[in-house]
């Protein structure tokens, strides 16, 4: 969890003003290999640099569910709570345009609206998706955050995050090399890694 991510969940909660964005870690995320750290030192790691920050909290449901960490089963989990409140998930603008391969990937649309964050200047969300999302986009575009507000779930919106371009590709392999990663993330976290050695060789 870098400043890049920690400073885009801030703009979008501010943006779209939620009343949360909740980070959640994945178990067993489906579409990347496992993360080199184990869950644990991850969600440790995320609590540490959402310590002191309004509005961002950790949720570890997907840690303590067997199996794939589907989005779906989790929107699922989150919609039983919260009833008909509206439920944003929040994804890049790469995730977005692999939806389609994602587990139940139309069911996501009854259970939350979709916010695509993207660097400026805004290219358009719709640009070189996929057919059969291209369709699904035409119909739910939201023409601003307020939209969000109107039902609880169903729409998509294209949402500006501000263009920091920090790598956690990067980041690793600075800790490797045994190199400073100071204003990357946080200090906290930092000393959280440095404690476990974690990423070395």
Same mark, same amino acid.
């Given at each position: 969890?870098?400043?890049?991510?920690?400073?885009?969940?801030?703009? *979008?909660?501010?943006?779209?003003?939620? @009343?949360?964005?909740?980070? *959640?870690?994945?178990?067993?995320?489906?579409?990347?290999?496992?993360? @080199?750290?184990?869950? @644990?030192?991850?969600?440790?790691?995320?609590?540490?640099?959402?310590?002191?920050?309004?509005?961002?909290?950790?949720?570890?449901?997907?840690?303590?569910? #067997?199996?794939?960490?589907?989005?779906?089963?989790? &929107? #699922?989990?989150?919609?039983?709570?919260?009833?008909?409140?509206?439920?944003?998930?929040?994804?890049?603008?790469?995730?977005?345009?692999?939806?389609?391969?994602w587990h139940r990937w139309q069911a996501l649309f009854e259970l939350a609206h979709l916010v695509v964050m993207q660097?400026?200047?805004? #290219?358009?969300?719709?640009?070189?998706?996929?057919?059969? &999302?291209?369709?699904?986009?035409?119909?739910?575009?939201?023409?601003?955050?307020?939209?969000?507000?109107?039902?609880?779930?169903?729409?998509?919106?294209?949402?500006?995050?501000?263009?920091?371009?920090?790598? @956690?590709?990067?980041?690793?392999? &600075?800790?490797?090399?045994?190199?400073?990663?100071?204003?990357?993330?946080?200090?906290?976290? &930092?000393?959280?890694?440095?404690?476990?050695?974690?990423?070395?060789?």
């Amino acid at each position: 969890m870098h400043v890049g991510h920690l400073r885009a969940a801030i703009e *979008i909660r501010e943006a779209l003003d939620l @009343a949360e964005v909740r980070l *959640i870690p994945a178990h067993v995320p489906p579409h990347r290999p496992q993360p @080199a750290a184990s869950a @644990a030192h991850r969600l440790a790691m995320l609590r540490l640099a959402v310590r002191g920050v309004p509005g961002l909290s950790v949720d570890d449901r997907e840690l303590r569910r #067997a199996g794939p960490s589907y989005t779906v089963d989790t &929107l #699922a989990g989150l919609r039983e709570e919260l009833g008909r409140r509206p439920l944003c998930v929040l994804v890049g603008d790469d995730a977005f345009r692999g939806l389609p391969t994602w587990h139940r990937w139309q069911a996501l649309f009854e259970l939350a609206h979709l916010v695509v964050m993207q660097r400026p200047p805004l #290219a358009g969300v719709s640009a070189s998706v996929p057919a059969e &999302l291209a369709t699904v986009l035409h119909a739910r575009l939201a023409d601003g955050p307020q939209a969000l507000a109107l039902a609880p779930a169903g729409r998509i919106l294209q949402q500006a995050i501000p263009p920091l371009d920090v790598s @956690a590709t990067r980041i690793r392999a &600075l800790l490797r090399a045994g190199h400073s990663a100071r204003f990357l993330v946080t200090d906290g976290c &930092l000393r959280y890694i440095r404690d476990h050695h974690l990423y070395k060789d």
